[in-house]
């Protein structure tokens, strides 16, 4: 027997749950490609995604990609064989697009900034500082790294690069927080911003997007990386619309985007979206820091304000016993509960599970993940503290 049966709860860190009607947008087949009202959504579609970044300058460029094909696009359009980037990794993300960018010739040096924090603004504006010639090109991280759930300061990260004089690009990977936490791309000083369609845009993977500012737009294209397929001089400037997406246009994929951006900036509002994420989120944690008194787990993050809004990472020292870890408890979970969690991943595998809360995601959603991953504690024996009221309470209050 089972207690599956039924809508299964996706509480993994994106994909995340996509709105029924964005599902339903995309049933409908391709208008004409080459002109008519097609074209017209798609130019309706970048005054949206600019909101979204909460910018004013910087331009959005689609792939049909998910976000390793962006990051793939911020090196071929920047940078040249040789070139040095620097890297902040606090936790898999940062030091993953770097590594990208290595293979295609680029120098990339990664600090290692810990697993359970955010990064360290002071000892990047040393580092640049030391960099008297000018050799760092970029400085790249994420904004919510989704394996530790650490969220970085980027305006002190700015701050820094002003306070060194240094003349780097800012580059923010915002794949896990965009749409569902406060990011602002001009007044945060955001160079290059990388998203996904997956996640807080609550759209299907296999869009990605780059936004691109002034001083990243006038670099674009003079090393000797760029490609057709990923130069975004022809995507933001297309000629044609068929150069938009060098090729056939993702028109579903698009209809998808389309409904999601009403739902989420012309219905919601990105405000909103965000105070909505806040108090879920807030919940998650009054919850788990409960579950934490019996021992066996505890919030990776731990500086509460370092803590994201989109993913919690839940370590669990105290959860060794054979066939009860992590793992065992999302295959219960999962086989016996229908809710999949989200595993620990790069340094965390085997040592954590996360919880994701992005995107389409509610108050009864919420409680739902935090009921069934409670009674899979308890059903594999570990008997924490019930944590359900203290997130009742946040919701109640947050509500
Ligand atoms: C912060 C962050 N950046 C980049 C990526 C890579 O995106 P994708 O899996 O769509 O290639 C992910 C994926 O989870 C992510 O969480």
């Known amino acids: 027997m089972s207690l599956s049966h039924g809508r299964e709860f996706l509480s993994i860190p994106g994909p995340s749950v996509m709105p029924d009607r964005v599902l339903n947008a995309m049933r409908q087949g391709s208008p004409s490609i080459y002109d008519g009202w097609l074209v017209e959504m798609v130019e309706g579609l970048t005054p949206d995604l600019m909101a979204v970044a909460r910018t004013k300058k910087a331009r959005p460029a689609i792939y049909i990609s998910n976000g390793h094909g962006a990051w793939e696009a911020t090196a071929s359009n920047l940078f040249s064989r040789g070139d040095k980037v620097l890297a902040l990794d606090n936790g898999r993300f940062a030091a993953g697009w770097a590594g990208m960018a290595e293979r295609m010739g680029v120098k990339t040096e990664v600090s290692d900034e810990g697993l359970r924090g955010p990064v360290d603004p002071n000892r990047l504006e040393e580092r640049l500082r030391k960099d008297t010639a000018g050799e760092i090109k970029a400085v790249l991280l994420v904004h919510v790294d989704t394996a530790s759930s650490a ?54 993977p296999g869009l990605g997007f780059v936004w691109v500012g002034e001083k990243a737009w006038a670099m674009s294209g003079n090393g000797d990386l760029v490609s057709t397929y990923w130069d975004w001089r022809t995507r933001i400037e297309p000629e044609m619309f068929y150069q938009r997406f060098c090729g056939t246009a993702p028109v579903q994929h698009l209809f998808a985007l389309r409904e999601a951006l009403n739902m989420l900036v012309h219905e919601e509002g990105i405000e909103n979206a965000w105070a909505r994420h806040k108090v879920l989120a807030d919940a998650v944690r009054a919850c788990v820091s409960a579950w934490a008194e019996g021992g ?24 060794t016993a054979p066939g009860k870890g992590p793992q065992d408890l999302r295959e219960f979970c999962e086989g016996k509960l229908g809710l999949i969690l989200g595993m620990g991943i790069g340094h965390f595998g085997g040592r954590a599970f996360r919880i994701g809360h992005m995107g389409h995601v509610n108050a009864p959603m919420i409680m739902g993940t935090l009921g069934a991953t409670e009674a899979g504690l308890h059903a594999l024996g570990y008997d924490v503290p019930t944590g359900l009221a203290a997130a009742a309470e946040v919701i109640a209050k947050g509500a």
Request: with cysteine.
């Open 296 to 319: 066996a787990l505890e919030l990776n993050v731990e500086r509460p304000e370092a803590r994201s809004d989109v993913v919690t990472t839940i370590l669990t020292p105290g959860m």
């Open 151 to 204: 969220a970085n300061d980027i305006p002190a990260v700015r701050a820094a690069i002003d306070a060194a004089g240094h003349p780097a690009l800012l580059m923010v990977d915002c794949v896990a927080s965009l749409g569902s936490m406060p990011f602002e791309t001009d007044a945060w000083g955001v160079d290059v911003m990388v998203g996904g369609s997956q996640k807080g845009l609550m759209t299907p």
